[in-house]
């Protein structure tokens, strides 16, 4: 799985002129599935992300984590993450297919929700607008095929 998460004061995401989710103070989460992930690679990668410790403390350092500062995650799918540069036209074979993406996606979302979470989200596959209010800016990338 590859995610880009950046802490965000707010953001939403819009579905056919909608607003399908929306958060305060947490974080972005643009999720990309890819075809080897399984459900220990769901639960593995949003345990990271939940833990994750980006928010100042009253020191002004990184060192609080999403639960600390009572934060939220709005998750996007995002298999565009996949892409394959080699040419001008990205590619995303490389991409896990519909089948096998959504439960993962829909698994690492639970995963969060389990942790005590407020998870918005948006629909997966669908033309989504995404807006956000950038925090510092702070903008994490996670692959799970590297060390986490």
């Known amino acids: 799985m590859r995610a880009v998460v950046t802490r ?5 995401v819009t579905i056919s002129g909608n607003i399908n989710g929306q958060i ?12 080897n992930d399984t459900e220990e690679t769901a639960d593995r990668l949003a ?8 928010f100042e403390d ?6 609080r984590s999403l ?3 009572g934060g939220a995650l709005l998750v996007v799918s995002q ?8 040419s001008r036209r990205p590619g995303f074979t490389g991409a896990a297919k519909p089948d096998a993406a959504i439960p993962l996606y829909e698994r690492f979302m639970a995963h969060c929700r ?7 989200h948006g629909e997966f596959g669908a033309d989504m ?4 209010r950038n925090d510092g800016p702070v903008t994490i990338l996670f692959d799970t095929e590297r060390p986490l």
């Open 8 to 12: 965000v004061s707010s953001a939403s």
């Open 24 to 35: 305060g103070r947490g974080f972005l989460v643009l999720l990309g599935v890819g075809p």
């Open 47 to 54: 345990e990271k992300i939940c833990n994750l410790r980006v």
């Open 58 to 63: 009253e020191n002004g350092k990184m060192n």
């Open 67 to 69: 639960e600390q500062v």
């Open 79 to 86: 298999f565009t993450l996949y892409a394959d540069t080699s």
């Open 114 to 120: 389990e942790r005590g979470f407020d998870v918005q």
């Open 129 to 132: 607008q995404v807006d956000s």
